[in-house]
């Protein structure tokens, strides 16, 4: 379902009452088709995914495939200078702007200022310790800082773990002078920071109870244990003078209890620090999307992430983001209905904060199909006509389109019946949105696992796989797992439900795109799988803890339970898997692939494997004598987009116990036309998240995140350059 707050766009009633200022931006939009979005120019790389858009792309051609294989190790810098855990996922991508680079290291999210040519660090800002950050449970997880230019002077915008919001001089790392609020903390600054709490929490009835019960905002602690936990994943974004504070919390996949604090968006003065605006993620009465949230669950309800960066379209003062499940992905039976805003991607008015569109990828959240990656921004033609696009690709593997001006969507997306739980109590949606177009990267993710996607290496093996899923209730992206002691349905039992991905989890290896041609290049993989079986809670919160890990001294400072009162009727029991054949999977396996996907048209182009077939595949006794297709190996491909190449390495996948046995570590460039590597060179450890480029003094350089816990640079990065 699309809404605005406007009537109906159609393409052909532009001059009908919309505006002659309309007519010429998308006059002028139409006549600048296919030019990269704003942060690029220059050789800049100002924001996070390089551009406002987050192509991950940059018009950059000094490094072309004819002297890549001449690139030489222009520096490395260690993020374990600064703290134990640089290691732990590392995730946060440079920018470049103004002649230096900034980034984030350790889960203290320090704030380092670098210098392009040498590595060297110019000046580093911590935040003083609080409570609220040990308690925070997505420390390790910051995606970098944000830039902007404010009345002349280059400022670095970041939210932190504990979720105040800094403004720092650029130059100096000093916060900035009269701007902000006071925070009345020891060791904080009387200028250049926010307390997000406040303004976050200010009109929401739960609090407003909070505080008529005789209760108090303590600083230091943050919101109180039993209404929820706040903080912070990605930066914020700057669009048109305002900041766009996004938010986080701890993912609600892991929780029982059903509150939370609601994950509102806000916008803040960039020059001032003043508040500006609010938008309610979850609606309240008289607000629309209200009534997609049965049993009165707005009131206790929370969550609604945006973890994931935004994008954002300055000319159209628009600002795109997408969305997490609300609290208690597992079970919904407590919050019945489509519960907007969860699972869409979003366009706020960003002066206003007015929610000017949105789409609903997937109603009433339960598979942890949390939209990991903000809207992509390009301008595309579509049966001859240059629309403006924002371009949405989801874990699944599905891909979205809209006209990002309207909520429009490029082509038709159906609402089509999905398979219904089987939990008492719990709520499926009936149906889920599925694009006719762009086509997905794997065709496995429209109809499941049907008898095309089964492994039919040899006839034997074939007859066994449908025996074995003879056993099973096949179906497609959305199958719900089944209560621990199911009955048999229609006479006769099976084993468990079982769906297929055809994306994979894009949060550590996001797709790019070339804005100049309208082509993504997205990394995937294909997996098959039952979802464990549900279980009573029997209202006993079983505190499961987020991300444990130790910290000096042998602490477990964020060993924080989950939070809220009331816990859920069910919740996550363990168990499922599909039965293998000796060892092998019971589909077709494609482990690593990269493949393009043409949005002009919709259509995939290419699609080639990522690394070798496993050597358990390559030497089954099963297979002897078998060719075998090559299925890829260990190690996502992340990749940036230049003006000539495709450059990618090989991720390290979360939790592997060693890096990349059956491949070597390598920087590659690829033919952006076919996806072949054309040159490669070594890299000192492997790649973690993202790459980005910039231009300093005439010379283009390459970074690349690298390292782990496995590897002697952990939560580095390093820098190539043409002799």
């Known amino acids: 379902m699309i809404t605005m707050d406007c009537r109906p766009f159609t393409r052909h009633a532009l001059s009908l009452g919309l505006g002659l200022g309309l007519v010429l931006l998308f006059a002028i939009a139409g006549n600048a088709a296919a030019l990269p979005q704003t942060g690029t120019e220059n050789g800049e790389w ?22 890549f294989a001449d690139l030489e190790e222009a520096w490395i810098w260690r993020g374990d200078n600064f703290g134990p855990n640089a290691d732990y996922f590392t995730r946060s991508t440079p920018v470049y702007a103004d002649g230096v680079l900034y980034t984030v290291a350790t889960p203290r999210r320090q704030v380092i200022a670098i210098d392009p040519e040498t590595g060297e660090n110019l000046w580093t800002f911590r935040e003083p310790e609080t409570t609220r950050f040990l308690r925070s449970p997505r420390r390790s997880y910051g995606k970098g800082v944000a830039y902007a230019e404010v009345n002349g002077q280059g400022v ?12 720092l001089d650029a130059k100096t790392g000093r916060p900035l002078e009269n701007w902000g609020t006071q925070v009345s903390l020891e060791g904080f600054s009387q200028t250049g920071v926010v307390d997000l709490i406040p303004d976050l929490v200010g009109d929401w009835g739960r609090w407003e109870e909070y505080l008529a019960d005789g209760g108090t905002y303590d600083a230091d602690y943050g919101v109180p244990r039993e209404l929820g936990m706040v903080t912070s994943s990605a930066p ?3 669009v048109n003078g305002v900041v766009v504070v996004l938010v986080g919390h701890q993912p609600s ?120 990656n903000p809207p992509m921004l390009m301008d595309v033609t579509v049966d001859g006509e240059e629309i403006p696009a924002a371009v949405v690709h989801t874990k699944a593997g599905l891909t979205f389109a809209f006209n990002r001006a309207t909520g429009e969507p490029l082509w038709p997306i159906e609402e089509r019946p999905v398979m219904q739980t089987q939990v008492p109590g719990n709520y499926t949606a009936p149906t889920q949105p599925y694009p006719t177009l762009p086509e997905p990267v794997d065709p496995i993710v429209i109809d499941g696992l049907t008898e095309d996607f089964v492994i039919d290496y040899t006839p034997e093996l074939k007859a066994e796989a449908l025996e074995i899923l003879s056993n099973y209730n096949v179906g497609g992206l959305y199958v719900p797992p089944l209560p621990m002691d199911h009955a048999p349905r229609n006479g006769n039992e099976y084993i468990n439900n079982v769906g297929c991905q055809g994306g994979g989890n894009v949060i550590p290896h996001p797709p790019a795109a070339d ?104 030497t089954h006794p099963r297979l002897a004598g078998v060719d075998v297709p090559n299925t890829g ?61 910039y231009m300093h003094e005439g010379r283009q350089y390459v970074v690349v995140q690298i390292g782990s816990i496995h590897t002697d640079f952990p939560g580095s990065l390093v820098a190539y350059r043409l002799p």
Request: hydrophobic content about 35%; some cysteine; charged content about 15%.
């Open 46 to 67: 100002r924001y996070l995914g390089g551009d406002v858009g987050h192509n991950r792309y940059s018009p950059l051609t000094q490094i072309n495939a004819a002297n």
């Open 156 to 167: 670095i915008y970041i939210t932190s773990p504990a979720y105040f919001l800094w403004a």
């Open 236 to 238: 914020p974004i700057i």
């Open 253 to 372: 996949y892991r929780q029982t209890r059903i509150e939370n604090v609601p994950g509102d968006i806000m916008g803040f003065d960039a020059a001032t620090g003043e508040f500006l605006w609010k938008f309610h993620m979850i609606p309240r009465p008289g607000e629309f999307g209200h009534d997609t949230w049965e049993n009165d669950a707005w009131r206790f309800s929370g969550d609604m992430s945006t973890w994931a960066p935004a994008s954002a379209d300055p000319d159209l003062g628009l600002v795109y983001m997408v969305t997490n499940a609300s609290t208690v992905q597992s079970y919904a039976g407590h919050r019945p209905g489509h519960n907007l805003f969860g699972g869409s991607v979003l366009a706020l008015d960003v002066r206003t904060g007015e929610r000017r569109w949105h789409f609903q990828i997937h109603h009433s959240d339960q598979w942890n199909y949390d939209l990991p």
């Open 515 to 618: 804005p100049t041609t309208g082509v993504l290049y997205v990394s995937h993989n294909r997996t098959c799988s039952a979802p464990g079986f549900m279980v009573p809670t029997n209202g006993v919160d079983d505190e499961i803890t987020e991300f444990a890990r130790p910290g000096p001294g042998g602490a477990t400072p964020n060993n924080t339970p989950t939070t809220g009162t009331t816990v859920a009727a069910w919740r996550p029991g363990g168990g499922g898997g599909i039965q293998s054949i000796d060892g092998l999977r019971v589909y077709k396996p494609l482990d690593n692939q990269l493949t393009s996907l043409n949005i002009n048209s919709g259509r995939r182009g290419w699609s080639v494997p990522v690394g070798e077939t496993p050597e358990f595949i390559r």
């Open 633 to 693: 190996g260990a190690g996502w491909s992340i990749q940036i987009a230049t003006g000539s190449l495709l450059i990618t390495t090989r991720a390290l996948s979360q939790g592997e116990a060693q890096y990349l046995p059956d491949a070597p570590l390598e920087l590659h460039a690829r033919d952006k036309e076919s996806g072949e590597i054309v040159s490669s060179i070594p890299l000192p450890a492997p790649g973690q998240y993202g790459l980005m480029t």
